[in-house]
C-alpha cells in the first residue's frame, strides 16, 4: 500500500510537471528513425503500460508525444523509437548519451492488458506502428503463459526502413510465436515477403471467439486492414487501434486531440473499433 501511493504521488506530479531525464543511450536505427533510453531522475519508474505515450520536453523548444516502445517488465528506464519528423524530433535527433530531457506522463489509456490475458492476439503493425505494438509484444512474450496464441504480422514500405532488425530476427525464432514480415518494395538482398500487410492477413487461422487483433500504422492501413479483419469476422470490441492525434496537452485540457466525443490523449490512444465506427473523422 505504502509503494503504491508513492507510485500515485510520482505519476500526478509527473502529468503537469516534466520530471527530468537522461539519454542513457542512443542509436541510429534507420535514415530517419533512432531509438533512445532513458533513465529517469533517480532511477525512478515510469509505470507505464504497454500503449500508453510520454510528452518529450526540450527547454526553451517544445513537446512532442512518443510512444512508449520498451515493455514494463523492463525496469529503472524505458526506450522510445523517434522519428525525424520536425522541430522536436530534430532537436533530440542531434542529442547524445549523457544529453539531459523533460518527460511528462505517461498518457492515455494503454491496451487493456488484463482483458488480453488468456486470448489470442494478432498484432498487425505497420512501419512506424511497431514502436507502441512493441511494448505489448516483448510484455507478453516475457509473460508468455498468460496469453494464448501469438501472432505478429509486420510491414515496411521497404526493408532499408525495417525498426528493431535485430529484435525481430529473435521473434522470427521463437517456436511459440508465429511471426510474418513483408514489404511494399523488395530489394536485391531481401529475402522475404513482398507486397502489402494485407496480404498476410487471410493466411491467419483465427479462432473468432478468442482473437483480440492489436493495430498501429500508418492512417491509411486501417481501411483495409479493418476490411480483412471483418472479412475474418473478428468482432468489433476485439479489434483495438492504436491512433496518432496532434497533441499538447496530453490530460484532456487543450482540446487538440478531439475526435468527436473524445480525447485521444485520455480516452486513447487505444480504442476499439465499436467506439469508433461511424465517428467522423476517426479513422
Ligand atoms: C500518441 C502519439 C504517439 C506517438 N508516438 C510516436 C513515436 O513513438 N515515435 C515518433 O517518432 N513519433 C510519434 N508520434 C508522432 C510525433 O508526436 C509527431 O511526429 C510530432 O509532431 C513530432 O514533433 P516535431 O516537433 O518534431 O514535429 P512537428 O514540427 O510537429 O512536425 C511534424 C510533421 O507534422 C507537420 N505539421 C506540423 N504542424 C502541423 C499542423 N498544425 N497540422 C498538420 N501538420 C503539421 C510538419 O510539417 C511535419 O511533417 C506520436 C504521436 C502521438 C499523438
Ligand atoms: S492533447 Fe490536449 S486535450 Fe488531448
Redesign the pocket.
Same mark, same amino acid.
Given at each position: 500500500m505504502a509503494n503504491d501511493t508513492v507510485m500515485e504521488k510520482e505519476k500526478k506530479a509527473s502529468l503537469y510537471e516534466p520530471v527530468a531525464g537522461k539519454i542513457v543511450s542512443v542509436r541510429q536505427m534507420t535514415e530517419t528513425?533512432k531509438w533512445f533510453k532513458i533513465e529517469l531522475e533517480g532511477k525512478k519508474e515510469l509505470h507505464h503500460c504497454p500503449g500508453q505515450?510520454v510528452e518529450v520536453s526540450l527547454l526553451g523548444i517544445?513537446e512532442?508525444? +512518443?510512444?512508449i516502445?520498451s515493455s514494463p517488465t523492463q525496469r529503472g528506464y524505458f526506450e522510445?523509437?523517434?522519428?525525424k519528423? %520536425?522541430? +522536436?524530433?530534430?532537436v533530440l535527433h542531434g542529442m547524445n548519451e549523457g544529453a539531459e530531457i523533460g518527460i511528462r506522463g505517461p498518457f %492515455?489509456h494503454g491496451f487493456p492488458v488484463d482483458e488480453l490475458k488468456g486470448k489470442d492476439l494478432l498484432f498487425i503493425a505497420g512501419g512506424?506502428g511497431i514502436?507502441?505494438l512493441r511494448s505489448l509484444i516483448n510484455f507478453v512474450i516475457d509473460k508468455r503463459k498468460d496469453f494464448g496464441k501469438v501472432t505478429i504480422l509486420l510491414g515496411c514500405k521497404e526493408p532499408s526502413q525495417l525498426l528493431y532488425k535485430d529484435e525481430i530476427e529473435k521473434w522470427s525464432k521463437l517456436t511459440d510465436v508465429a511471426f510474418r514480415c513483408t514489404v511494399d518494395r523488395g530489394a536485391p538482398d531481401w529475402k522475404g515477403n513482398v507486397g502489402l500487410i494485407t496480404e498476410l492477413i487471410p493466411g491467419v487461422d483465427i479462432d473468432v471467439k478468442q482473437t483480440y487483433s492489436i493495430v498501429c500504422g500508418p492512417p491509411i492501413m486501417y481501411k483495409f486492414v479493418l476490411v480483412k479483419l471483418m472479412e475474418k469476422n473478428i468482432p468489433e470490441n476485439q479489434i483495438l487501434l492504436s491512433l496518432?492525434?496532434?497533441?499538447k496537452c496530453g490530460v484532456g485540457k487543450c482540446g487538440h486531440?478531439q475526435i468527436n466525443k473524445h480525447y485521444?490523449c485520455q480516452d486513447g490512444?487505444v480504442f476499439s473499433y465499436d467506439k469508433l465506427k461511424g465517428l467522423e473523422g476517426a479513422l
Open positions: 528513425e505515450f517544445g512532442a508525444p +512518443i510512444s516502445s522510445l523509437c523517434v522519428r519528423a %520536425g522541430k +522536436i524530433t530534430t %492515455g512506424l514502436a507502441p496518432e492525434r496532434r497533441m486531440c485521444c490512444p
